[in-house]
T-cell receptor, first 112, second 115 residues
Framework: GNSVTQMEGPVTLSEEAFLTINCTYTATGYPSLFWYVQYPGEGLQLLLK?????DKGSNKGFEATYRKETTSFHLEKGSVQVSDSAVYFCALKGTNAGKSTFGDGTTLTVKP | DTGVSQDPRHKITKRGQNVTFRCDPISEHNRLYWYRQTLGQGPEFLTYFQNEAQLEKSRLLSDRFSAERPKGSFSTLEIQRTEQGDSAMYLC?????????????FGPGTRLLVL
């Protein structure tokens, strides 16, 4: 079946540091890939997505590129802010599948 | 567009009681999903509907769990004879059918605590 493996956390960075959160997946066919963010006390929000190989999703300074050859979708941001502190989830949705499969989440804390 | 709403936001119950949660999806979204999330884990798929038809159920959904979407709009998730292991956040999401169908929009969740 489909699975998503995320870099274990928690991750603590200083403001303006470079962020990478690794995500690799196992799936048949050509899944769509997603990053969701969950801020403290809030629900899951879609951060960015990519639906085919070599697509780059981007939003709010975050980027991730769909790499089929390495089955990866790593999340990056060049300069994090305190307000980026949250839990980040990598997810995939298989071809013709209804459900999404999520990783276990990575907690990011950004210190001033 | 008011987003996905869920009610209640919090529920505390005693073991053995029945509970029911409601989800109102974004209007005109055909698909509706239920997930469960425990502390330190990602959401786990439970079931999903397209309109009023329940198209898939996870093996996580034991006989004590039932979900309905009778008119293809809101949905309910009922847990009978609750157990302490049912304590979790129950998430609802919806998505349109068509070009953007892969994008799921999540509600704030219902946090269940079974004592």
């Amino acid at each position: 079946g489909n699975s998503v493996t995320q870099m274990e956390g928690p991750v603590t960075l200083s403001e303006e540091a470079f962020l990478t959160i690794n995500c690799t997946y196992t799936a048949t066919g050509y899944p769509s890939l997603f990053w969701y963010v969950q801020y403290p006390g809030e629900g899951l929000q879609l951060l960015l997505k990519a639906t085919k190989a070599d697509d780059k999703g981007s939003n709010k300074g975050f980027e991730a590129t769909y790499r089929k050859e390495t089955t990866s979708f790593h999340l990056e941001k060049g300069s994090v802010q305190v307000s980026d502190s949250a839990v980040y989830f990598c997810a995939l949705k298989g071809t013709n599948a209804g459900k999404s499969t999520f990783g276990d989440g990575t907690t990011l804390t950004v210190k001033p | 567009d008011t987003g996905v709403s869920q009610d209640p936001r919090h529920k505390i119950t005693k073991r053995g009681q029945n509970v029911t949660f409601r989800c109102d999806p974004i209007s005109e979204h055909n698909r509706l999903y239920w997930y469960r999330q425990t502390l330190g884990q990602g959401p786990e798929f439970l079931t999903y509907f397209q309109n009023e038809a329940q198209l898939e159920k996870s093996r996580l959904l034991s006989d004590r769990f039932s979900a309905e979407r009778p008119k293809g709009s809101f949905s309910t998730l009922e847990i009978q004879r609750t157990e302490q292991g049912d304590s979790a956040m129950y998430l609802c999401a919806s998505s349109p059918v068509g070009r953007e169908e892969e994008t799921q929009y999540f509600g704030p969740g219902t946090r269940l605590l079974v004592l």
